[in-house]
């Protein structure tokens, strides 16, 4: 049973025509359930038994995706509900009473908490919140908080990555024969505001029992949330982009303009600042894989380091006495002595560098 | 009725000449009042009807807008009034006690919470404050702090942008059938002091009942706020301006003087630097839309880059042997040996790009 | 009365010749004053007459004043005295006992708040301090802790500049017809230790009672801080003075040497970097106005901008062919063909625009 | 004993046959066994021996190691067990009550401290765990969190560096007589999530006992962790690499080039914005000793700023007077003149250099 | 008589011979003693003489000192012991109970504060530590935490740098009247962990006492550090003195080898970058006194400019046409033209002015 089938139970009864329910009344009722109540044992009878509750996760809003850190902040509330028959009551003997509410604190709580949390166990929510209670013992409990979740980020293909973070809940304390989570397999999306940086794409609820020296009773919620990329796109890979572009025309810089030097320098210097760039929006994680844009500027630091080599050598041939025999490799390095036809064969070398990384 | 009204009575008060209010008496009303008083139940008779709570808002500063996070931080107090039956008493009988005032966890309070908190979904407001208790039962609470709220911001016309942020507030835990609150239209700006970055458009106040399968009942407030762009236009804007002016001087260095290629590689530089700069104070989000700031930069970047790249081509020319032909736009690309009055136009295709980009 | 002059007066019983005052004769005190004490009541027997509370500020240092943000962080005390009439005995029947010492927690406090804090509407200090009850019924209660307040920033002078924040503090939940705050005027400094970066010019204590719709009593204490500006003219104003100086320098350099360009655009990258400098010590506020550093920086930038277009055209006149005309006005820009005499009209003029933007 | 004992023990009784446990005899047991007992004193019976605490540690995962502020933070359990002789029962007496389930602050506890946090001497854990209690007296009790421990870094070999962290624990407040730590040497790591930048290499436990004035039993945990380096090989050490390369290029310029200044130079420049990069991943330590890339890269800009110094003599001596005398040291720096093939020995210095820094 | 000869005793007793000591015997002799015992009053019988409370302090490390925010972080415990009569027992009577061991907020403490904290005025350590309380009345409580203090930072002689930083103690709430404190003047060393980047040099205790309006019983705790500089001067200071060295070069470049400007320019901005880096680590303060390190840099600075100056009015006289003069003081800043033995002068200078910084 979940939990929107309770609420909806709740609407149902909200609109009948009972309009007798007086606040004494709802003391009496108070007051009868509670008397001998203790909150310390699970409200099972036969205590051999595991108790089942039900759990559902409302996401709100997807607050931010730290990838350096390795945080998910993820505003959200979980429903849980189950049976403590010990707080159930006729209605009809009392008024039409029918439901309460109370203070958390006051009745047994299966207190969740958050396998990997980034800040510390403590249970998800804080201690003030209310918890409604129907005659059948039915308990409805809504709890939650702005979640911080550990999730290894994947930037292999940033900025077009998409990072699947698993929220695993469970109820510390008790082994699975005592209580035993049960997760509706729907993300409920009602009150999901989108976010500016991340879109996202699928979210799913489902239970899992593990055995072993320390059994334990999970309940599981998929995020997965893909990066919108355009941001990241103008401002990084389209500046690198046409920065490698620059990097085979000092072939067809004349040796006589003396800048050859100077624009391999120039070139290679700015790789390395927009590499500072590329590094401050990157984990140091080698694992599951670093990112291409990495391998992409390397590659092309490497390219400029080379073209730099290659220039000094030209410029060394060019200036040598006509009496020394220049090098055959070197020769056909310079293009400035070719025709400008040749240009296009380079770039086009360049593009598909940049192609195959992507691919 | 709005606190505004319940301070006026308030005040109406205090101007009688009753001088006769002792201690002594103020205990006994205190005592009579809360014998048998529970905080657990709504204070309502009838608990059937939903309990209406008037809601306003004082907003007392605006301490920061965090573009990059996307949080506002507003410091500001909540009024809040409601009728607890159980708390009133005839001032007659009573030596002419006007109200009470006493700890704010003495009586049942509808605590309120923001629906997008940047920290951590706990009510609003401390647990130490007083409230004020009116013979009729009209309690009157004012609770409040630094709300420190999301809100996804539009930099689309950065620095020259404005922001829209609303506050939901909700009793958390109860109903729209248990719980209903009214809000106040108008914000209390009284004790509203000017923030040197941003300055106060409009705030109004609103609630709104939402259906479906969890019913809610919101107070919302909505605060806009513009940027004073002086700093940015400064510090960013100007230079960046100053900077897109240069650009086209390269076609009228002449090509002896072998510092054609250094200044189209220091201007490009420069923008990247800028670049950082700007994207300091800019969020990573491509959602609403991505400020035109990051377009311009970017596309002046595109425009120094081809300018590079025809300031080879131009010297590649240059220095080839006469009996090579010099392809036609090329030609054309080199303004050295035409006379200055072109300048003027390319001058103004930078500045209408400029103005293009504003508008 | 202040709170010095109690101390006085504690000091002047604390010399008497009384030895006979046992723990059994302090316990006995105790439990009759507290006899039926209720902390919930105003200790005024008229309760519709307001209680005075006398407050002093004990400065103990300035911790940080962070113009970013705006928040000035000073560790301080409160000291506050007031008249709890149930709290007397008569010490000559209760073998002398000259005054008590209990924790804050037993007895009514009128506790203070900020208004304007960095961090939220908490009391000013912590539940665990001790109060001390004399004979009379007089109370003194020290309260504090490191104090965070917004105070609005003007940088105008940096970094001559001088901040003047006011510490706003009040006894919310009650009205000024229920408690009084009476401000010391003096500011006590026995404990105060210099700051390293500030210099406390001023401290005075004043209170105020505003009227309307919310009538409040307010303690106000202004805070003076003036800042020992030697670090920042050692590290950022000097060495941008010698970088204005090499501005003009480009007038002189020979045309033939190839350089100006370079010389030029280096200049003109240096004013970026130290732009980026002095941001990040400034606050980004436009209001109550840009400091002075900012718009000289802006002015070099300019300045530095417009010699390099000069040094375009000059080179470009100085390439043409020689039937072409050279415009009169580059003519007279290009300083290296005149004398070295006209070098000092230039640094005059650079000096003097530093001159005027400091007045 | 080992907790997995007590685990084993627990899940052989949950497979008996036994369904007749109630709430109401779990109620019994309860109100039985905590008849008259009290928190304070320890559970044993003579107080002169000292109680024997097992304990065992569950790492759960490396979360980060912080290299600069040497603070490793380690989500980790820590299973406790020990015998409370008060609370035991007769199962067969109590209908077959196996355990009890309850809040630890119902019980006697040996808190726990970290000797070296980064954060507070607060005991590990929270306050709201639950212990389980069987029959022998025997309690099993899980606490932990995110333990943050300071661990001196040890850089030397950066990035191919291994961190040694112990984990040291003492039950604060009591003497080894009074209680005595046990640790279990195995690590359990059943829950452990591998690390994207981190390697757990090994983990054990152990316990000592100190003796001295304040004699002490301690529960020791070591982590080691290996850092996996591909990150920082890809975007610092190849880098780095690929620049020293060019470095010995500037040999091979041409003089008449006049590139060769702003070669030396720029290369020197890049090496500082390399070290910079460097920086902000090593510690400010020198102790135990300074990480090799770092004297490494002192080496590289002393060797560059060396050959800046070779290339001005160069200079100055080729542009001498034909009739001034050439130093001989100065001849035999100048490459250019000489044939290409002594380049492969200045590389092959180079990388020499490299290879013994790293060995 | 001092915290050490506490444990003395107490190892002297634990080793004697008695097994006696039962928990139903240690119960009854706390329920004797903490029969009508109340926390709030001072435990001396005379309430007229202060109480002496003995305070040493373990030093267990140095954290860290971060010398922007002038804030020293130090694990530390303080052990406190006094008398407390009413806490006394005859042990023949009670079977040989020794001591007893209970939580902390059992008993009247004498809280301790720090004046100068980093944080809040909160007293030292948590609430949860135990206290023992010896047959005499003799109250054995360690306390502590991670002391966060300001201290003002000194980095005259920054990278070699030695800082005095005081902890000073003081009973918040208590007169010297009532509460007195005694320091031992040993700070204890035993659990002094070395820190990678601090070296303790002493660190010693004493007790002071103010008169004054306010008097005032103090225990003073002074730490020296003195920082290990092989990390600064590796990183720092020798790139800055190799760069240092490079400056007076210039004057050795051939004029003709157009490479005379970059190369001051590209030193001066040099000099820049690096004084960017020293300022991360050095305070904005200009109290006690500035760095020599921001000297030294601001020193190169300016002389970087003169050789700029020197080097654009020597190349302007060497671009003259041939019949105008050049000044006589131009001609001799050029020394390219003179012989390569002047150069030791400049080099001597230069090192002379680093020599003269530094003593």
Chains 1, 2, 3, 4, 5 share one sequence.
Not at 111 to 137: A, C, N, Q
Not at 269 to 292: G, N, R
């Amino acid at each position: 049973m979940t939990i929107n089938l309770v609420f909806t139970v709740l609407l149902f009864i909200s609109f009948q025509y009972c309009s007798c329910q007086t606040r004494s009344e709802v003391e009496t009722v108070y007051n009868t359930v509670f008397t001998n109540y203790s909150t310390y044992f699970r409200p099972i009878w036969n205590q051999s038994n595991p108790l089942t509750v039900n759990i559902s996760f409302y996401l709100i809003a997807v607050n931010s995706f730290d990838e350096v850190e390795g945080v998910i902040s993820l505003p959200g509330m979980f429903g849980l509900s189950w049976m403590d028959e010990r707080l159930s009551w006729n209605p009809a003997s009392y008024g039409n009473v029918r439901y309460l509410t109370v203070p958390q604190t006051h009745i047994w709580l299966p207190y969740i908490y958050l396998t990997s949390p980034s800040k510390g166990y403590h249970h998800i929510g804080d201690d003030e919140y209310m918890v409604k209670i129907f005659p059948t013992g039915m308990i409805v409990w809504m709890t939650g908080g702005i979640i911080k979740s550990t999730c290894t980020p994947d930037t292999t293909y940033f900025p077009f990555d998409t990072q699947n973070c698993t929220l695993t809940v469970v109820v510390f304390g008790y082994s699975p024969d005592e209580v035993r989570l049960s997760a509706t397999a729907k993300v409920d999306l009602q009150f999901y505001v989108t976010n500016a940086e991340w879109e996202l794409v699928s979210s799913v609820g489902y239970d899992e029992l593990t055995s072993g020296t320390l059994p334990m009773s999970f309940a599981k919620f998929d995020v997965v949330i893909k990066r919108r990329p355009a941001y990241f796109v103008i401002s990084i890979l389209l500046p690198i982009i046409f920065l490698v572009l620059l990097n085979p025309l000092v072939y067809f810089l004349p040796i006589d303009s003396g800048e050859r030097m100077s624009f391999c320098l120039t070139v290679l210097l700015s790789f390395a600042v927009f590499m500072t760039l590329v590094d401050d929006v990157m984990p140091k994680s080698s694992e599951p894989s670093i990112a291409f844009v990495s391998y992409y500027l390397l590659g092309t630091i490497v390219l400029s380091a080379f073209s730099t080599i290659a220039t000094v050598f030209i410029l060394a041939a060019y200036h040598k006495p006509d009496d020394q025999k220049v090098p055959a490799f070197i020769q056909c390095l310079d293009l400035s002595k070719n025709d400008l036809h040749q240009f296009t064969k380079f770039e086009q070398i360049t593009i598909e560098f940049t192609m195959d990384t992507y691919n």
